[in-house]
């Protein structure tokens, strides 16, 4: 099983505050999925990233995943209420299955 | 489009009996499904990987014989605990991974199981 390490763990922000969420791994993987998911339900896919030093944006959302495709960030601009939940990253490399980090709880406050 | 149900959302039942638990993609064909579990503020756990028309992989630890995993059709695939305990209480996930497109899982909403 390859690790993935996500950090910070639980973050507690006041809304309009910025936050980035990290996730490293000493293996490289296929691809890195980010996850969005609130209690009680099932995870929701934000976006995967497959190119080393691929870039995405999703409105306030930016994903980055690392030249070596070992690690990504996750960087929230301004963040909302709405953005209040647990964020996931989880690598494929292959096999298809894949191997979820720990997840950064985020608490977005008014 | 991409859109995994789960059945049911949440079940209660007594220790020694057995549940049954369906995931299915509704709007497309999932040659492989994948079953977690998650506990309590904690990340997913995968159990095993579901192909169509052929056994389930497992994980390291996770019993085969307790969590019987049957992926009879490319939209359907079924957990079963076995013989359920307290211990099997948890939020239960499945993914499909779309035919084709093989880095993205859509997941169900989870089945709350509780064992008493």
């Known amino acids: 099983t390859q690790l993935l390490e996500q950090s910070p763990q639980f973050l507690s922000i006041q809304e309009g505050e910025n936050l980035t969420v990290y996730c490293n791994s000493s293996?490289?993987?296929?691809?890195l999925q980010w996850y969005r998911q609130e209690p009680g339900e099932g995870p929701v896919l934000l976006v995967t990233v497959v190119t080393g030093g691929e870039v995405k944006k999703l409105k306030r959302l930016t994903f980055q995943f690392g030249d070596a495709r070992k690690d990504s960030s996750l960087h929230i601009t301004a963040a909302q209420t709405g953005d209040t939940g647990l964020y996931l990253c989880?690598?494929?490399?292959?096999?298809?299955?894949?191997?979820f980090g720990k997840g950064t709880s985020l608490l977005v406050t008014p | 489009g991409a859109v995994v149900s789960q059945h049911p959302s949440r079940v209660i039942c007594k220790s020694g009996t057995s549940v049954k638990i369906e995931c299915r993609s509704l709007d497309f064909q999932a040659t492989t499904m994948f079953w977690y579990r998650q506990f309590p503020k904690k990340s997913l756990m995968l159990m095993a990987t579901?192909?169509?028309?052929?056994?389930?992989?497992?994980e390291q630890g996770v019993e085969k014989d307790k969590f019987l995993i049957n992926h009879a059709s490319l939209t359907l695939s079924t957990l079963t605990v076995t013989s359920a305990h307290p211990e099997d209480s948890s939020f239960y996930i499945c993914?499909?991974?779309?035919?084709?497109?093989?880095?993205?899982?859509?997941f169900g909403p989870g089945t709350r199981l509780t064992v008493t």
């Open positions: 989880a690598g494929e490399s292959s096999g298809y299955a894949l191997n």
């Open positions: 579901s192909n169509e028309g052929s056994k389930a992989t497992y």
């Open positions: 993914s499909a991974m779309a035919s084709g497109r093989t880095y993205e899982q859509y």
């Open positions: 293996s490289v993987f296929s691809s």
